[in-house]
C-alpha cells in the first residue's frame, strides 16, 4: 500500500494534531504517502484532499482541536453519498483510509467497506472514553483536566458565599468524565447516565451535609443524567430547599479545548503509529487501542456497539469521601 487518506470525525479532541503528526511520519519512514482531508466524511465526498509531508505537520503537536477540521455530513449515510466519496477516493489514488473519531466514524467506516473494496482503521478520538477496546481516547484525559481545574474555581466562588453549585459537563450517552472530574475535585454528589439517579438521597445529602454548616457544594452532573440535567436538577432543589443559594454552570465547548495534556500526546502518538502499522499489514475495519498499555486491535463492530463500563468501585468511594 502506498497511498492512504486520513482524516478527523465528529467531535474534535486535545490530541488529534498530536495523532495526525505520527500518522504522517511513521508512514513517511514505511514510504507511505499520506493523504489529508479536510472537514471529515464531508471533505471526502467534496474531494478536499491533498498530501501531507513530514514538514506540514510540524509545531502541531501541542495543539488542541485539528488542523484537518472536523464536520458531519448526514449525506454520507447514504450509499449515493458514500458512492460519491469513493469516486474521490479512486481519483487521488487512495488505497487505504485511516480515520480518528468516535463511535459514529466507526460506524460511518464500517458501511463504507461493505460497498466497497477500501480497508479502513480506526484511532478512538473523544473525550468521553465510551469505547469498548481501549483502555483510554485521544482527549480524555486533557478533558478531565480542564473540568477539575474549572470545578476547582468554582469551589472558590461556592466556599466563599456558602453556595451549592451544579456543574454539567459533557457525557450524552457516558459519565465518565463525571465520574472522575467529580471524584478528583472532591463533589458532594455526582449524577451520571449509567448510575440510576436517586433524587431522595440527594436531598438527604444536602440536608445533612447544610445541617452540619458544610461551607460549599459542588454536585457534578453528566448532560445525559436522566434526572434532566443540571438545571432540571437545580429547580427540583430550590423547590424543596429555598433557603439555599443554588446555581448552576454548564461547562460545555470549553471541554474540548486546550492543549493536550502530555498524556494524550504520547496516547496520541502511540495510536498514530499503531494504525500505520496496523494498515501496512493489511487490516481493516480494525480500531486500535491501548490496554494494560499495549496495542491492540478491535473490530469496528465492537468499537461503535459498545461502551466503557463505570468502575462501581468509584461510585462507592464518591460516598465515602462526600462525607
Not at 83 to 98: F, V
Not at 145 to 171: C, P, Q, W, Y
Request: charged fraction near 25%; charge should be negative.
Amino acid at each position: 500500500m502506498e497511498n492512504v487518506g486520513l482524516l478527523t470525525s465528529g467531535g474534535d479532541a486535545p490530541g488529534m494534531n498530536a495523532c495526525l503528526r505520527a500518522v504522517v511520519r511513521a508512514a513517511y519512514q514505511y514510504g507511505i504517502r499520506i493523504y489529508g482531508i479536510k472537514r471529515g466524511f464531508a471533505g471526502l465526498i467534496d474531494g478536499e484532499i491533498g498530501e501531507l509531508s513530514p514538514e506540514k505537520v510540524s509545531n502541531i503537536v501541542h495543539k488542541g482541536g485539528t488542523f484537518l477540521k472536523s464536520a458531519r455530513r448526514d449525506e454520507f449515510r447514504t450509499y449515493e453519498g458514500m458512492k460519491k466519496a469513493y469516486d474521490q477516493i479512486q481519483s487521488a489514488g487512495i488505497e487505504g483510509m485511516i480515520v480518528i473519531g468516535g463511535d459514529g466514524t466507526f460506524a460511518g467506516a464500517k458501511d463504507f467497506q461493505s460497498y466497497f473494496d477500501i480497508p479502513f482503521v480506526g484511532i478512538p478520538g473523544t473525550i468521553d472514553n465510551d469505547l469498548y477496546g481501549t483502555d483510554f481516547t485521544i482527549g480524555y484525559d486533557t478533558a478531565l483536566n480542564t473540568v477539575v481545574e474549572a470545578i476547582d474555581k468554582i469551589r472558590d466562588t461556592a466556599t466563599s458565599h456558602d453556595r451549592l453549585f451544579f456543574v454539567e459537563v459533557m457525557g450524552r450517552d457516558a459519565g465518565l468524565i463525571a465520574l472522575r472530574s467529580g471524584l478528583a475535585s472532591g463533589a458532594e454528589a455526582i449524577l451520571i447516565p449509567e448510575s440510576a439517579s436517586d433524587i431522595d438521597k440527594l436531598h438527604q445529602q444536602l440536608k445533612e451535609g447544610w445541617g452540619r454548616t458544610k461551607q460549599s457544594h459542588i454536585v457534578v452532573v453528566a448532560e445525559g443524567d436522566e434526572s434532566g440535567g443540571a438545571f432540571q436538577i437545580a429547580d427540583d432543589v430550590r423547590e424543596n430547599y429555598p433557603h439555599l443559594d443554588t446555581k448552576v454552570t454548564v461547562l460545555g465547548h470549553v471541554q474540548r479545548g486546550g492543549r493536550p495534556t502530555a498524556m494524550d500526546r504520547v496516547l496520541a502518538s502511540r495510536l498514530g503509529v499503531g494504525a500505520v502499522n496496523a494498515i501496512g499489514e493489511g487490516q481493516q475495519g480494525i480500531m486500535v487501542g491501548v490496554q494494560k498499555r499495549e496495542i491492540v486491535y478491535s473490530p469496528f463492530e465492537k468499537a461503535s456497539k459498545h461502551h466503557q463500563t463505570v468502575e462501581g468501585n468509584l461510585m462507592k468511594l464518591v460516598d465515602i469521601l462526600a462525607q
